[in-house]
């Protein structure tokens, strides 16, 4: 029914949520490098950006109510990225002008 690498990735795949459950971090980390044995990049990609899509937004909706405390330290961040990405763009605008 499943081929050899279709099982050793669900193993993999396991493994993997299993530390980024404990850790918060790793499930890429992990599952990437093995399975790049058994699968293309540009098949696994984009299979591991779904799952990822996913089981974040799972954890986000589990994790609501934790939302309005963490929300307070995100948006400075956010702030600061968005000012960064404006700052960048306006200068590769007058870097043409200039040039």
Do not use: C, H, Q
Request: proline share 3%.
């Amino acid at each position: 029914m499943f081929d050899t690498a279709a099982i050793v990735l669900a193993a993999i795949a396991l493994f993997a949520a299993f530390v980024n459950g404990a850790l918060g971090y790793g499930f890429s980390s992990l599952t990437v490098p093995i399975a790049l044995v058994f699968y293309a990049n540009r098949i696994l990609n984009p299979a591991i950006v779904v799952i990822e899509v996913f089981v974040n937004f799972y954890v986000l909706f589990m994790n609501l109510s934790g939302v309005t405390a963490v929300w307070k330290r995100v948006v400075p961040v956010g702030n600061l990225i968005r000012r960064k990405g404006w700052l960048l763009m306006r200068l590769r605008i007058s870097l043409r002008v200039i040039s």
